[in-house]
């Protein structure tokens, strides 16, 4: 951590099992306790924010694709009935009566 950060300090209540994780975690990197949840807190959040902005940029793309298809403004009831009929084409196609 860079010195000239500003800290502050929180309390954390966790379950039992993951604190003992964390102990041992850091018992085995040789860091402390405190450290290491800083550590996890960051990167933690670092991998929220690339979930989720791949989640967006996946978002987008189908958005874009439903709009070309000119599908973007179809009804829920439209989209499961869509659905529904593309269920039993393809299982007509492979289970022929």
């Known amino acids: 951590m860079n010195s000239t ?5 929180v309390t954390v209540k966790l ?7 964390v102990v041992h975690a850091a018992a085995g990197e040789q860091q402390s306790l405190e450290d290491l949840l800083s550590i996890l807190v960051a990167e933690g959040l670092d991998t929220h924010a690339s979930v989720r902005e ?3 940029r996946v978002s987008a793309q189908y ?3 439903l709009a070309r298809e000119g ?3 179809q ?4 989209v499961l009935q869509e659905l529904r009929t ?3 084409q393809i299982a007509s196609e492979l289970y022929p009566s």
């Open 5 to 9: 950060e500003q800290v502050v300090q």
């Open 15 to 21: 379950p039992k099992e993951i604190y003992d994780r």
């Open 54 to 56: 791949l989640f967006e």
């Open 63 to 65: 958005r874009a694709r």
């Open 71 to 73: 599908k973007l403004d």
């Open 75 to 78: 009804s829920a009831d439209e």
């Open 86 to 88: 593309a269920r039993e």
